[in-house]
């Protein structure tokens, strides 16, 4: 496993990544294990919940991030302080709702999210909508993105984020800068591209964690 490796590769700093859940019930038993076997091999591990909106990722994503210093290297405790100004879906998308024949072909809501999506607001999710009209709880996981904020947390189910201002899915186009990825980045299909992004840590949050470790950690060794 990962913690293997770095025992046996002894690098200065190593850095783990994990959903915000590990803070949470019984989940922070496993965090605590995780704490103990870093000091194991010999390295200080540090805890962080980092907000990937606070990084530039217009996308309210929590991380949550193990950064751990070998013990033989002197340096103060890392400090994550992530400011930077939140991006809006929005804005980050701007220059892409010129939709090509094919995407609008590729993004279309089917007669029954249309009607959830009339029913719900931007920033919202679908499950309002869904009991007022069948009174049931459900979809859940459905929702309007608002486009005056950041995403909610992208995931592996694209078809289930939709557009503010149109009953659309997102096009790749728009899923890449959702995720910070950059917009030359390829897949073998859009779809296979889109789940890639939702289970990845988005590239900006991962540069804004190694710039601060480079910093405060890489540079003072």
């Not at 990544?17 to 965090?31: C, D, F, S």
């Amino acid at each position: 496993d990962y913690l293997s490796l770095v025992e046996r590769l002894r690098p200065k700093v190593a850095i783990a990544e994990n959903v915000k859940g590990m803070l949470l019930g019984n989940a922070k038993g496993y965090t605590k294990l995780i704490m103990a076997r870093f000091r194991e091999i010999g390295y200080k591990p540090q805890l962080f919940l980092v907000n990937a909106a606070d990084c530039g990722v217009p996308q309210k994503r929590e991380r949550v991030f193990f950064c751990a210093l070998r013990e033989d290297i002197d340096a103060p405790p890392l400090k994550l302080e992530m400011k930077h100004r939140w991006i809006s879906a929005g804005e980050a998308t701007a220059d892409l709702q010129e939709l090509t024949d094919a995407e609008k072909e590729n993004t279309q809501n089917t007669p029954l999210q249309i009607k959830y999506w009339n029913a719900t607001k931007p920033g919202e999710n679908f499950s309002r909508a869904l009991k007022e009209i069948t009174g049931k709880e459900s979809w859940f996981n459905n929702c309007r993105i608002g486009k005056h904020s950041p995403s909610f947390t992208l995931s592996s189910q694209p078809h289930k984020y939709h557009h503010w201002d149109e009953p659309r899915f997102f096009t790749f186009r728009e899923w890449k800068r959702l995720g910070s990825f950059p917009d030359d980045y390829k897949a073998k299909t859009d779809r296979i591209g889109k789940y890639m992004i939702g289970m990845s840590v988005p590239p900006r949050m991962m540069e804004a964690v190694a710039r601060q470790v480079v910093e405060q950690w890489i540079k003072r060794t």
